[in-house]
C-alpha cells in the first residue's frame, strides 16, 4: 500500500522479534490494537463514525437518498462504497483519481458489507422500479498508520449502525436503517515465515503477504481477500481464519456497544 | 451544494433586539476550538471546530517538490489543497476537486506564501492539505486559521501566523461570520485573513452587495475577531508544547515522559 523505504535496519529488527513472537511495538503476535469508535461524528451526515485502530485513524461517512434502481434489480435498494486516501494521511498519498490501493480497499470493505447481507437490499426498496434508497459509503482515511482494511471496516459497520433514513425524502418520521449482520474484519501480515494480526505500518511496509478474512456474529466466512506477492500455506490460512474468528468477536462488541 | 427547500424564504435573519438565529449578536463569533498536533504521520496538523464546522489541517514539509518541473531554484512553493468530505454536506459532494476547491486552494496557498520564509528551503514544497469533515459556511476561514496552527506545529519558519474570519451582510446588516442558513439567505459574504502582527491582509474574497461603509465596518468586524482567533491560535500552540514545572523536574532527571 506504500512506497515508502523501510531501513534495512528496521526491517532486521522487526523481523528478528517476529521470529522470537514479539512485536515492535511491544505486542503479542495476535494482539490487535486499540479501537475506539466515535459513532455520528458529523452531522451532515446521515451516518457517520470515526474509527482510530492506534494511530490509524478513519472517517466513514454515509449519506442516505433515493433514487430509480438499476433496472436489473428493481426491487432493490442501491449501495455504493468509495475510499479516498487523502495526501493528508500519509507522505505517499497523492492528490488526483483513485489508485489501485484506494479501489482495493473500498471494494473489499464493500464485499464484507454487501456479501454478508448486512443491510438487507429488499428492505430499501420504496416504490418498486421506481424509488429506492440509495447509500453512499465514504471511507475518508485522516491518518495512515498501517492496516487500512480493518480500521475502514469498523468505520463503515459502526456507520451503518447508527445510519437513519431520513424523512424528509418520503415522509413520516427517520427510520433506523435496519442492519441484519455484524460482519468483522480481521488482517494478518505474514513476515519471513511468521503471521502477526493487525499489523502496523512498518510490519505492514516488510510484509510478505497479507490475508483479510471477514466473519459474521455466528463465526461464518463472509469474505477474505489475499493480497501482496508472498503466499499462504493452507495451515496458515486456517489459523488466520481461526484467529479472526476469535478476535473479531472481541471487536465487534465494541462496534455494537 | 446547501439544501435550502426546508427554510421558508421570508425567513428573519435578525430579531428586532438584533439577536440572530442562533442567538448571537451581531458581532460575534461562534464558539471556536483549536487543537493543534492531532495526526501521527503528517510533520505538523491541527483540528478546529468553528460552530458546526469541523475541519483537519495538516502540513508536510518542506521537501522535495513534485512534479519537479515546478521547483523554484530560489524559494519554496507553498501549495495548498482544500478538500471537502463527500459526507461533509447534505447533499453529498462528488469526491475529488471542483471548480471552488481549486479556486480556495489557490488563494489558501497565497496567504500562506505571504508568510512563510520561503526563500530557506529553495527547491522544495511546503505541502497544506486542508480536510472539510463538515460544513456550515466559513470552512475556507476555519482552514486557514487550522492550517496556519498546523504549520507552526509543523516547525515550518513564517513571520507570523495567520488568522482568518468572514463578515457579511444579513438582513440588510452587517454582521459578523455568517452560518450556513445566514450564508444562503444573506446579501453577502466577505472572507478575509490577516498577518495579526503586521495587519497585511493575505486573502480576501467577497460576493454579493455592500456598500462602502457596509464593507469598512464588515472589515472592522473581521479585523477584530481574527485579533481574537490569533489568540486562540497561540493558545492552541501553547498547550500542545508547555512543559510543564513537573515536566521539565522529571526531564532534569533523566526521567522518560
Do not use: H, Q, W
Given at each position: 500500500m506504500s512506497s515508502e523505504v523501510v531501513s534495512e535496519l528496521m526491517r532486521e529488527h522487526i523481523v528478528k522479534l517476529i521470529a522470537s513472537g514479539k512485536r515492535a511495538d511491544g505486542r503479542e503476535p495476535e494482539e490487535v490494537r486499540k479501537l475506539t469508535i466515535e459513532k455520528n461524528y458529523i452531522k451532515t451526515a446521515e451516518g457517520s463514525a470515526r474509527a482510530r485502530l492506534g494511530n490509524t485513524d478513519v472517517l466513514v461517512g454515509v449519506k442516505i437518498s433515493t433514487g430509480e434502481p438499476y433496472p436489473d434489480t428493481p426491487n432493490s435498494g442501491v449501495l455504493t462504497t468509495s475510499a479516498e486516501l487523502i495526501p493528508m494521511a500519509s507522505p505517499t498519498f497523492e492528490s488526483g483519481p483513485p489508485r489501485p490501493e484506494a479501489i482495493e480497499l473500498a471494494r473489499v470493505v464493500d464485499r464484507g458489507i454487501r456479501e454478508t447481507k448486512t443491510v438487507d437490499m429488499a428492505k430499501l426498496c420504496i416504490v418498486p422500479g421506481e424509488k429506492v434508497w440509495i447509500l453512499f459509503i465514504d471511507i475518508h482515511v485522516l491518518d495512515y498508520d498501517g492496516n487500512l482494511f480493518d480500521a475502514s471496516s469498523y468505520g463503515t459497520l459502526s456507520a451503518l449502525s447508527c445510519a437513519k433514513l431520513p424523512a424528509k425524502l418520503t415522509g413520516g418520521e427517520d427510520q433506523p436503517l435496519p442492519l441484519d449482520h455484524w460482519p468483522v474484519s480481521v488482517t494478518a501480515a505474514k513476515i519471513r515465515r511468521s503471521i502477526v494480526f493487525d499489523p502496523g505500518l512498518d510490519e505492514e511496509r516488510i510484509a510478505d503477504a497479507r490475508l483479510t478474512v471477514t466473519t459474521d456474529e455466528n463465526g461464518d466466512i463472509r469474505a477474505m481477500q489475499k493480497g501482496l506477492s508472498g503466499s499462504f500455506s493452507y495451515d496458515e490460512v486456517r489459523y488466520v481464519i481461526s484467529t479472526a474468528r476469535r478476535l473479531g468477536n472481541g471487536i465487534r462488541e465494541i462496534i455494537r456497544a | 451544494m446547501e439544501?435550502?427547500?426546508h427554510i421558508p424564504k421570508e425567513i428573519q435573519l435578525v430579531d428586532d433586539s438584533g439577536r440572530r438565529l442562533d442567538g448571537r449578536a451581531l458581532d460575534e463569533?461562534?464558539?471556536?476550538?483549536?487543537?493543534a498536533?492531532?495526526?501521527?504521520?503528517?510533520?505538523?496538523?491541527?483540528?478546529?471546530?468553528w460552530g458546526d464546522n469541523r475541519v483537519l489541517a495538516a502540513v508536510y514539509g518542506p521537501r522535495e517538490a513534485h512534479p519537479r518541473h515546478l521547483q523554484d531554484p530560489a524559494r519554496a512553493l507553498v501549495q495548498c489543497?482544500?478538500?471537502m468530505a463527500p459526507f461533509s454536506v447534505s447533499d453529498r459532494k462528488r469526491p475529488g476537486p471542483d471548480r471552488r476547491s481549486v479556486e480556495i486552494s489557490k488563494v489558501a496557498g497565497e496567504a500562506f506564501a505571504a508568510v512563510v520564509f520561503t526563500e530557506q528551503f529553495p527547491r522544495t514544497s511546503v505541502d497544506i492539505f486542508i480536510e472539510v469533515l463538515q460544513a456550515d459556511a466559513g470552512t475556507r476561514c476555519a482552514g486557514i486559521t487550522a492550517a496556519s496552527v498546523a504549520l507552526a506545529d509543523a516547525g515550518?519558519?513564517?513571520r507570523d501566523l495567520v488568522a482568518s474570519c468572514a463578515s457579511g451582510k444579513i438582513a440588510g446588516q452587517v454582521a459578523l461570520d455568517l452560518n450556513k442558513e445566514e450564508d444562503?439567505?444573506?446579501?453577502?459574504d466577505c472572507p478575509m485573513a490577516v498577518v495579526p502582527r503586521t495587519g497585511e491582509i493575505v486573502l480576501l474574497q467577497m460576493d454579493g452587495h455592500l456598500m462602502e461603509d457596509e464593507f469598512d465596518r464588515?472589515?472592522?468586524l473581521s479585523m477584530n475577531a481574527a485579533m481574537k482567533i490569533y489568540e486562540m491560535q497561540k493558545e492552541a500552540l501553547r498547550r500542545r508544547y508547555v512543559v510543564t514545572d513537573a515536566e521539565a523536574l522529571l526531564e532534569e532527571r533523566g526521567v522518560d515522559t
Open positions: - | 439544501d435550502i427547500e463569533l461562534r464558539p471556536i476550538r483549536i487543537e498536533g492531532v495526526l501521527k504521520r503528517a510533520d505538523g496538523s491541527a483540528y478546529i471546530e489543497r482544500y478538500n515550518v519558519p513564517m444562503n439567505f444573506g446579501d453577502a464588515a472589515m472592522k
